[in-house]
Structure formats: C-alpha cells, structure tokens
C-alpha cells in the first residue's frame, strides 16, 4: 500500500532532551515536507526536500533539522526541545517538486508534547 | 506573502449543501487543492482544480475558482453526517516548493 509512515504516533518528551520523529514514504516520491499544525493556525512548513540531500527552510523552521541521506526517509530532529514546540506534527510527500494534480500524501501524525 | 484564508466554522442540516470558502493572494499558484482531515488522521486530497479552470465537478463536489478575486470554494451536495472533518484549502505556486494552507474550516452535519 501507498503511505507515508510516521512514528511514533504520540510523544511525550521533557525540555532539552534530543528526540527525532522518522517519516518514510514507498512511493519513490521526490519530494517531501514536514508540517507542524496548531489549533487556528492551520499547517505551518518547517522544512522541504527537492530531492536526496537537497533540502530548505519552510516558514517555521527554528528549533529543528533535518536530513535526506535516501530518497524515502526524512527524518525531523528536535535538538533541544521546548516547550512551544508542542504540536502535532505531519510528514507530507508527493511526485515531483512542481505543483501537480497529485497534490501531497500525508502520514497520519505525531503529537508531541514538551513539558 | 502568500496567504490563505478560510471561515473557521460550518453547520450545516444532513441532506443540506455545504459550501466552504477560502480566499488566496498567490497570484501565481498553479494547482489549488482541497484536503480533508477526519479525526485523529492525516490531510486527505479530496479533489484540485487548475488555475486555468472555473469549476470541477467530482460526484458530490463541486469546486469553483473566481481567478479575478482570487476566491475558490468547495460545494458538497447532499451533505452526509460522514463528511464532518476540517476542510483545508491549499495552494501550490508555479515553483512547486511550498504549499501554502487555510487554518482549516471544520463542518459540522446535524443529524
């Protein structure tokens, strides 16, 4: 089956304490993207990646990296974790870099929780 | 820079039309999108329309884009208590790089 795969699914983290949350996808898709949403703001990008070892700043990318060593995994780090980066959390990835009628396949989430 | 906004409630009455409205200001977007969320779940792409249509039509849903005031809206015909979920509006510009979202119109369908 087409997916984009998450994990985990729920964290619960203190502050400061380094923590990675995976994203794989098996559709061979070029590009990928993480997203954070929070209530009334919609989705926020973080970060993108045009391709293996290519990637860029989104909107919102303060407080994380991350990387594209292979084609389907791209993982988000959060070095030192506050707070205010409590949210939940999407991997998103889709054929191509330019706009299409594919739009994006998302993985199902991770809520994160930084007390 | 670019934005996206949409109303961020909805109650419509089963059997009713639902439409859902979502302003732009990326005059150079090229694919604008629908998703849909239900809850606990990943966005779903639920149907598109390319800048150079004025209306798509996919079963239940109907989708129009007004260009001149940059303005898409998403019509659901007999709306079903299923179809309560938050609907996104994206769009997508000519480079491709980022999708710009709404903060998301959740409907509600009264039984």
């Known amino acids: 089956e087409a997916q984009v795969t998450q994990n985990p699914r729920y964290l619960i983290t203190v502050t400061g304490k380094k923590l990675t949350v995976t994203c794989s996808q098996n559709m061979n898709h070029e590009y990928m993207s993480w997203y954070r949403q929070d209530p009334g703001l919609g989705l926020r990008q973080i970060y993108y990646?045009?391709?293996?070892?290519?990637?860029d700043k989104g909107d919102v990318p303060e407080g994380y990296k991350v990387s594209r060593k292979e084609k389907r995994n791209f993982p988000l780090i959060l070095e030192s974790p506050s707070p205010n980066q409590t949210s939940l959390y999407f991997c998103?990835?889709?054929?191509?870099?330019?706009?299409?009628?594919?739009?994006?396949?998302f993985g199902s989430g991770t809520r994160l929780t930084v007390v | 820079g670019e934005d996206v906004e949409q109303s961020l409630f909805l109650s419509v009455r089963e059997g009713d039309s639902s439409v859902i409205n979502c302003t732009y200001t990326?005059?150079?977007?090229?694919?604008l999108y629908w998703y849909k969320q239900e809850p606990g779940a990943g966005l779903q792409l639920l149907t598109y329309?390319?800048?150079?249509?004025d209306m798509k039509q996919d079963q239940r849903l109907t989708v129009l884009l007004n260009k001149k005031d940059k303005h898409l809206s998403l019509r659901i015909a007999d709306t079903q208590t299923g179809d309560s979920a938050i609907y996104f509006c994206a769009e997508r510009g000519t480079g491709g790089f980022k999708t710009i979202f709404g903060a998301g119109t959740r409907l509600f369908v009264k039984a």
């Open positions: 990646s045009m391709n293996v070892e290519v990637t």
């Open positions: 990326d005059s150079s977007s090229t694919y």
């Open positions: 998103a990835s889709s054929l191509g870099t330019g706009a299409s009628s594919h739009g994006y396949t």
């Open positions: 329309i390319f800048s150079n249509m």
